[in-house]
């Protein structure tokens, strides 16, 4: 099983930035995939970035230009540096994981908790 657990979210005013981490722990044999998503209150869950094992990344439209999603293997742990961050960005983030427990399982997802970023104008 994986535990990913979020960090780094918090109160920020418009146009400033947050780096978000989440770091996964647990058995496991690989991590495929790992990624963002975003809750605002209302609304459904939505992908804000996504990140292979080796590197390839995909952006929300409305995040592109703004946020930059990185990983570190070696650490299992994926980041999102948000910039220049608007009201409309307030959301309870949440990571995922891609994980396989052994090279022919199938892969599983597992969801962090969520960290809430908020974002005063």
């Known amino acids: 099983q994986v535990q990913l657990v979020e960090s780094g979210g918090g109160l920020v005013q418009a146009g400033g930035s947050l780096r978000l981490s989440c770091a996964a722990s647990?058995?496991?044999?690989?991590?495929?995939?790992m990624g963002w998503y975003r809750q605002a209150p209302g609304k459904q869950r939505e992908l804000v970035a996504v990140?292979?094992?080796?590197?390839?990344?995909n952006y929300a439209g409305s995040v592109k230009g703004r946020c930059t999603v990185s990983r570190d293997n070696a650490k299992n742990t994926v980041y999102l540096q948000m910039n220049s961050l608007k009201p409309e960005d307030t959301a309870v983030y949440y990571c995922?994981?891609?994980?396989?427990?052994?090279?022919?399982?199938?892969?599983?997802?597992?969801w962090g908790q969520g960290t809430q970023v908020t974002v005063s104008s």
């Open positions: 995922n994981a891609l994980w396989r427990v052994t090279s022919y399982a199938n892969p599983v997802l597992s």
């Open positions: 990140i292979t094992s080796g590197g390839s990344t």
């Open positions: 647990g058995s496991f044999f690989s991590i495929n995939a």
